[in-house]
C-alpha cells in the first residue's frame, strides 16, 4: 500500500503551494526585500496552477481513493490557483502602505490555497475536512493580519468562533453518515438507505456546516462583519477563493452521494430563495462599499444555489461558469476598493466614491465593469453566468426559482448601478486626493477586466468543457 | 456491555450542551470551551460508531480531529489573546464596532 508516484502527481498542486508557503517562512528571517517575498510567491501559485495540468494528465484515484484527480477538480485548481496569483500579485502594494509583514501573509495565503486544492479534490469526508481546515484556520488569521486596527481582530474572532461552529456540525454530520453507511468514501455511499432518520440528520448537518463556509441565509451572519473587518485583499480572496472550493465539495457530495440529490433538493431551494433575498436588501441599505459587496457576495451565492435545485448537467456547467465569472468580478471590485481605501482603509463610504471618474478614469471604469458583470449585463462574463443558471432553472421546470432570481437582479441593479451613477454623475469631493495606482494593481485590474470581457464574449470554451462526460471522471 | 445507543446519546446531549452554550454564553473563552465540548462530542460519536461496526477507521478519525482541534485552539487563543489587548475585555457583547 506503498503511495504509487501517480499519487503525488495528483496532489501535486497542493504540495507545490505548501512547499511554497514553508519556503517563504524559512526565508522570512534571513531576506529583508518585501519584492522577493512578493515574487517568491507569485512564483508558488503560478506553478501550482501549472502543477495542475500534470494532475489533470493523469487522472484517476490516489491514496486508496481519498482524492480524486479529474476534470472537475482540474477546473478548480486553475481557479483557486488564478485566484491566489491575483491576490498575491494586488496585495504588495497593500502590505507596504499599511505596514504589514509580507512573508508569512503570503505563506497563510498559499497554506490556504493548498486546503482550498484539497476539498476540490476530495472524495472522502475526512479529507474534505482536513482541507477544509487547513484553509479555514489559515482564513482566521489573514482576518485578523492587521493586528493593530480593532476592527480587524474583531472581524478574527469573529470568523474563528463561527467557523468553528459550523466546522463542529460539519463534522458531526460526517460521524452520523459514517455510522450509517460504515464508509466516508463518497463512491461507496451508493447503497445508502434514504429513508434513514439518522443518515437524512447528518447529511443535514453537513449541508448545515458547509451552508456556513459557503455564506447561504440563515448561516450567512458572519460574512458582512467579517468581509468588512479583514484587509481588502484578504476579503477579495474569501469572497473568490475558500467559496468555490466550499462550492466544490458541496457539489461534488451532491451529484456523487444519491442520497444526497434527493434530500437536499429542497434545502437548496429553500436555502437559495433565502440567500437571494438577504443578500441583495441588505446590500440596499449599505453606505460603506466594502460591506455592500459583502452582501452582495451573499446574494451570489443564492444565484448559485438556484443552480443547484436545477439538479442537471447544465446546472453543473452553470455553477462551474458562474463561478469563474463572479471570481473575476469580486477580486477586481474588492482590489480597486482596497487601494481607493487609503491608509487604514479610511474612504470606503459611498461618498468617496463621488466624481471617481474624473480622478482615476482607469479605476472608475474596471470598476464599473466588474459591477455591470456582478449585476449580469451582456458582454460580460456575468451576464452568460446569470444566462445559464436561468436555462437549468427552466430546464428543470423550476419557474417559481427562475422568477425569484429575475426579482434579485432587479434588486441588485439598483446597489451597482447607484455606486456607477455616483462615480461618473457626482463632482469630487475637494479633499479626495488618492494615489495613482501602482502597476502590479494596474495588471491585476486589467487581467480581470479583459477575462470578464473574453469570457463575457466566448463562454462556449468553458461551458463546453464543463458539460463534457469525463468531468466527474466517469 | 453499554449498547451503542447509550454513547450516541451522549454524545448528542454533549453536542447539544455545547450549542446551547455558544449561543447563551457571554465570554469568548467560555464560547470557545463549547466548540471544543461539541468537537469532542464528535469524537465520541466517531469512537462508538466505529466499535458498533467493527472496523477501525473511525478510531483513526478521531486522532485526525484531535490534531485538527489543537491547531484550531492555537489559533483561536491567540486571535483572543489579540481581543484581550485590543479591547480590555472579554465579553462579546462588548466586541460590536461591526454591526450591521
Redesign the interface.
Request: negative net charge; hydrophobic residues 40%.
Given at each position: 500500500m506503498f503511495p504509487l508516484r501517480e499519487d503525488f502527481l495528483r496532489v501535486l498542486p497542493e504540495l507545490v503551494f505548501c512547499a511554497g508557503g514553508t519556503l517563504l517562512m524559512f526565508l522570512q528571517p534571513f531576506v529583508r526585500s518585501r519584492q522577493a517575498f512578493s515574487s517568491l510567491a507569485l512564483l508558488a501559485s503560478a506553478a501550482a496552477t501549472l502543477s495542475a495540468g500534470f494532475a489533470a494528465l493523469t487522472p484517476g484515484t490516489a491514496f486508496g481513493g481519498l482524492i480524486r484527480a479529474d476534470g472537475f477538480s482540474f477546473f478548480f485548481h486553475l481557479l483557486i490557483g488564478l485566484v491566489v496569483f491575483l491576490v498575491v500579485l494586488g496585495s504588495s502594494s497593500y502590505l507596504e502602505r499599511e505596514r504589514l509583514a509580507p512573508a508569512e501573509f503570503y505563506a497563510l495565503v498559499l497554506f490556504a490555497a493548498a486546503g482550498m486544492g484539497v476539498l476540490a479534490s476530495a472524495q472522502e469526508l475526512?479529507t474534505a475536512?482536513?482541507g477544509l481546515?487547513m484553509s479555514s484556520?489559515s482564513s482566521?488569521?489573514l482576518a485578523?493580519y492587521r493586528?493593530?486596527a480593532?476592527?480587524s481582530?474583531?472581524?478574527?474572532?469573529?470568523y474563528?468562533?463561527l467557523g468553528?461552529?459550523a466546522?463542529?456540525f460539519f463534522?458531526?454530520g460526517?460521524?452520523?453518515v459514517?455510522?450509517k453507511t460504515?464508509t466516508?468514501v463518497l463512491t461507496q455511499m451508493g447503497s445508502a438507505d434514504v429513508s434513514d432518520t439518522v443518515l437524512k440528520l447528518g447529511l443535514a448537518l453537513i449541508l448545515v456546516g458547509l451552508g456556513f463556509k459557503v455564506a447561504a441565509a440563515p448561516f450567512q451572519v458572519w460574512t458582512?462583519?467579517v468581509y468588512?473587518?479583514a484587509p481588502t485583499p484578504v476579503t477579495a480572496l474569501f469572497s473568490a477563493g475558500p467559496k468555490a472550493a466550499a462550492f466544490a465539495l458541496l457539489l461534488r457530495i451532491f451529484v456523487m452521494v444519491p442520497a444526497a440529490t434527493q434530500l437536499w433538493f429542497w434545502a437548496f431551494w429553500l436555502l437559495a430563495v433565502l440567500t437571494m433575498f438577504t443578500g441583495n436588501l441588505?446590500a440596499l441599505v449599505q453606505s460603506n462599499v466594502k460591506r455592500m459587496l459583502a452582501y452582495s457576495s451573499i446574494a451570489h451565492a443564492g444565484y448559485l444555489l438556484v443552480a443547484f435545485a436545477a439538479r442537471s448537467e447544465i446546472g453543473v456547467a452553470a455553477i462551474l461558469f458562474y463561478l469563474l465569472a463572479y471570481a473575476l468580478a469580486k477580486l477586481g471590485a474588492f482590489t480597486v476598493v482596497g487601494h481607493l481605501g487609503g491608509g487604514g482603509e479610511k474612504h470606503l463610504d459611498l461618498e468617496d466614491y463621488a466624481g471617481l471618474a474624473q480622478r482615476q478614469p482607469f479605476a472608475a471604469a474596471a470598476l464599473s465593469v466588474f459591477l455591470l458583470s456582478l449585476l449580469g449585463l451582456p458582454v460580460t462574463a456575468g451576464f452568460f453566468g446569470k444566462f445559464y443558471i436561468f436555462k437549468a432553472a427552466l430546464h428543470s421546470h423550476l419557474i417559481w426559482l427562475a422568477v425569484l432570481m429575475g426579482l434579485n437582479s432587479v434588486i441588485g441593479a439598483y446597489y451597482y448601478l447607484r455606486l456607477i451613477v455616483v462615480m461618473y454623475m457626482r463632482e469630487p469631493r475637494e479633499e479626495a486626493a488618492c494615489a495613482p495606482f501602482p502597476a502590479a494593481v494596474s495588471m491585476v485590474l486589467t487581467i480581470c477586466v479583459l477575462g470578464t470581457l473574453y469570457f463575457g464574449l466566448f463562454p462556449n470554451h468553458v461551458i463546453s468543457f464543463a458539460l463534457s462526460p469525463g468531468l466527474f471522471g466517469r | 456491555m453499554v449498547p451503542t445507543n447509550y454513547y450516541l446519546a451522549l454524545s448528542a446531549i454533549l453536542f447539544g450542551l455545547g450549542v446551547v452554550a455558544f449561543v447563551f454564553k457571554r465570554n469568548i473563552i467560555t464560547i470557545f470551551m463549547s466548540i471544543e465540548l461539541m468537537l469532542n462530542a464528535v469524537n465520541l460519536a466517531f469512537v462508538a460508531f466505529s466499535q458498533a461496526l467493527g472496523k477501525l477507521d473511525g478510531q483513526v478519525f478521531v486522532l485526525f480531529v484531535i490534531v485538527v482541534a489543537a491547531a484550531e485552539a492555537a489559533v483561536g487563543l491567540g486571535i483572543i489573546i489579540l481581543i484581550a489587548r485590543n479591547r480590555q475585555s472579554l465579553n462579546v457583547e462588548r466586541v460590536n464596532l461591526l454591526k450591521f
Open positions: 475526512l475536512f482536513i481546515e484556520i482566521y488569521i485578523g493586528r493593530d480593532i476592527k481582530s474583531e472581524s478574527a474572532m469573529k474563528f468562533l468553528s461552529f466546522t463542529a463534522l458531526y460526517i460521524a452520523l459514517y455510522g460504515g466516508t458582512p462583519d468588512e473587518g441588505g | -
